[in-house]
């Protein structure tokens, strides 16, 4: 089953009532797993200005294909992003899906968010900042609801001071902005005995996020002796998605296409395997 729902319904900030969740649902049959199922939520990237279509239905239905019942994001991006609304997309789509975990059949504690580049910030943006009080104010739950059970972070944005993307930063804090604003949603300084464990994956080629963003981040993590895994792969283009013949566009004379680079959605899935299912981090 294939639908797509209002995430909001009444207004809490400007532009909130676009925002969209579109649900890829297992159908019931005695002959698949037993549910509830694990759940995956997707942010595709496009550094706060959009939200990229490479980086949506092909990672869901991948995950999807391993019995996740998955869950696209379409958080509000552009001007109307400004001062930290994503997150309150990404704390309010996990309350969402955990209050109707019968209706979407998953289990409230094996919700995992998945990002890339901009979307890999929104990932490790509430894996870090779940428990930030204003989020319980604004959304009018507790903050034990909008707690990710692991973050994917793929070649995500991280840092407004190591290697910054400029452009996601300009998106959500504007172009004027001080120091500490900038350090406010730079997450290798979010990182705290609280942050979820997590998934990393790099190229170490990519000029548009360099890999200095990952690395900072899993710095923090090992700080703070947060489980992680982290891969850096030598060659690849930002925006990589899947890797595969299926998110390489037409334009990009096969460049996106590096079967090499494409193991991280085993890999991934594997791990959670370990965290989720065996218990073994």
């Not at 350090?183 to 360099?210: G, M, N």
């Not at 002796?225 to 982290?230: A, L, N, S, T």
Request: proline share 5%; glycine share 6%; with cysteine.
């Amino acid at each position: 089953m294939q639908k797509t729902v209002k995430l909001y319904e009444k207004e809490i900030y400007d532009g909130c009532l676009g925002v969209t969740l579109e649900c890829y649902i297992h159908n019931l049959s005695p002959e698949l797993t037993k549910i509830p199922r694990a759940a995956m939520i997707v942010f595709p990237g496009g550094g706060y200005s959009f939200c990229s279509d490479r980086e949506a239905e092909p990672i869901a239905s991948s995950y999807y294909a391993e019995g996740y019942n998955c869950f696209v994001l379409r958080y509000i991006t552009g001007e109307k992003a400004r001062q930290s609304k994503p997150l309150i997309d990404a704390a309010a789509i996990i309350a969402h899906i955990r209050k109707n975990a019968s209706e979407y059949q998953i289990d409230s504690k094996k919700v995992t968010v998945i990002g890339f580049s901009a979307g890999g910030h929104l990932a490790g943006y509430i894996a870090t900042s779940w428990h930030l009080p204003f989020l319980a104010e604004i959304l009018g739950e507790e903050n034990e609801l909008f707690k990710p059970n692991a973050a994917i972070l793929s070649y995500p944005v991280i840092s407004g001071i190591t290697s910054p993307h400029l452009h996601s930063f300009d998106m959500l804090l504007g172009k004027e902005r001080s120091e500490d604003e900038i350090r406010s949603v730079s997450l290798e300084y979010l990182v705290s005995e609280k942050t979820v464990p997590c998934f990393i994956w790099h190229t170490a080629e990519d000029d548009v996020v360099p890999v200095q963003n990952s690395l900072v981040f899993a710095q923090a993590l090992s700080e703070y002796k947060i489980p992680y895994e982290m891969h850096i792969f030598p060659k690849g283009k930002h925006g990589i998605s899947r890797a595969n013949r299926e998110t390489t566009p037409d334009w990009s004379n096969g460049e996106y296409n590096r079967p090499y680079v494409a193991r991280w959605m085993e890999w991934s899935i594997k791990w959670l395997d370990n965290l989720l299912f065996s218990g073994q981090f």
